[in-house]
């Protein structure tokens, strides 16, 4: 079957999220002194999870890793790569490499992030639920931020959603953002509206330490 630019244009958004998020989960799973088979584990949970997820919900059986294995594929690779180029250059947790893993950690994350969002509404859309507004919002942001979920969780690590700036509620608005626009412009335009929007949010937030309110 012939794809078009939209359909490589998804394709790309995809491969870019899935790599961003095996990033990373194997990131967090060197530093918490993971074998090679956890790193892989974790790396592959981070970026299929969210969309594991999805398609349990909008009824897609099995989900989408399990029919086409290139996504879980891509996380193995990806993890493997960083384990191994951590295991080659040890002197990279000491040192400067510190002061700058949070803003890495931060930019795989913001990057897989606003893909997976738009990612996620829009299958929820080509699945035949794009009428309903609430549902495309809830797997957008359960696309996003769900796989990042597991990954903390399996660290056992407090949920970065519900501790560091403004994670959950840059995915909602992107996903607003799609919502708002996807019906009047080009399928591309109205993702990257999306993507663009959560992207901007969280690096906003992390350069200016936004936070949601909490009781001190």
């Excluded at 897609?60 to 399990?66: D, E, G, H, L, W």
């Excluded at 859309?125 to 549902?135: E, K």
Aim: charged share 10%; net charge positive; proline share 2%.
């Amino acid at each position: 079957m012939c794809m078009n630019y939209s359909d490589y244009f998804i394709l790309m958004m995809e491969i870019l999220g899935t790599v961003s998020f095996a990033s990373s989960g194997a990131m967090l799973a060197i530093q918490r002194r993971m074998d090679v088979f956890g790193v892989t584990i974790l790396g592959v949970t981070t970026a299929v999870g969210g969309g594991v997820i999805r398609d349990l919900i909008l009824g897609i059986t099995p989900p989408s890793m399990f029919r086409d294995f290139k996504y879980a594929l891509m996380a193995i690779v990806t993890s493997l790569v960083i384990f191994t180029l951590m295991c080659l250059r040890r002197q990279l947790f000491s040192g400067n490499f510190l002061i700058w893993y949070d803003k890495v950690m931060n930019l795989f994350d913001t990057v897989g992030l606003g893909v997976f969002t738009v990612v996620g509404m829009n299958t929820a859309v080509q699945t035949g639920y794009g009428d309903n507004y609430f549902l495309l919002c809830f797997v957008g942001v359960v696309t996003g931020v769900g796989g990042g979920m597991m990954r903390d969780i399996m660290t056992g690590t407090m949920p970065y959603i519900f501790v560091k700036h403004i994670y959950a509620v840059a995915s909602l608005a992107g996903a607003l953002v799609f919502v708002l626009f996807y019906r009047h412009v080009p399928e591309i335009v109205g993702m990257l509206l999306g993507a663009g929007t959560v992207i901007a949010i969280r690096i906003l937030a992390a350069h200016y330490r936004w936070n949601l309110p909490r009781v001190s």
